[in-house]
């Protein structure tokens, strides 16, 4: 079930709609890394603008937390999208 949250990036309130499960991961990076939730949903976003500014911030918000599941922690200001293929490993 999606719920929403209001957070305030770069000055302006807005609402994101987020499933439980990818809140709880946000909210123990933000814990873990020792930032404000908002803190790091900004930073999220500041990544989602020079990646792919027209992708809707929940979008990017689900896909880095995939990501840090999938990887480990990863920082926003490294992250970029997703590979489109199979990962060679």
Not at 26 to 44: K, P, Q
Not at 58 to 85: D, H, K, N, Q
């Amino acid at each position: 079930m999606l719920r929403k949250r209001s957070v305030t990036l770069a000055g302006h309130a807005t609402s994101l709609a987020l499933e439980e499960d990818f809140w709880a991961v946000l909210d123990e990076a933000a814990r873990a890394e020792g930032v404000s939730l908002a803190r790091l949903i900004a930073r999220i976003d500041e990544m989602r603008a020079r990646h792919d500014p027209d992708a809707p911030l929940s979008s990017a918000c689900r896909v880095w937390v995939l990501r840090r599941v999938l990887e480990g922690p990863v920082s926003p200001e490294r992250a970029g999208p997703l590979p489109s293929g199979p990962r060679a490993d």
